[in-house]
């Protein structure tokens, strides 16, 4: 099954850490209320999507999916 791409809004300012076994903490992102974000179907965004689902369920960013069958365009350079 083919993952929807989606943009999301942080509702409330917030900072992603991630925890590391030695108790050592590393800053993945922070993110702004009225910011707009983007999680694509990449591997690369895996973790990032398990993140939003925490956090829609803390009520902390609002979901909004691209329509079936569209894509974030990556651009490289």
Do not use: T
């Amino acid at each position: 099954m083919d993952k929807i791409e989606f943009k999301f809004e942080p509702l409330e300012e917030f900072s992603w850490f991630r925890d590391h076994p030695d108790g050592s903490r590393q800053l993945i992102g922070n993110y702004f209320a009225g910011g707009s974000y983007n999680c694509s179907s990449d591997k690369r965004h895996d973790e990032l999507r398990a993140k939003c689902d925490e956090w829609i369920k803390a009520g902390k960013i609002k979901v909004y999916p691209l329509a079936p069958g569209l894509k974030f365009k990556s651009i490289r350079s």
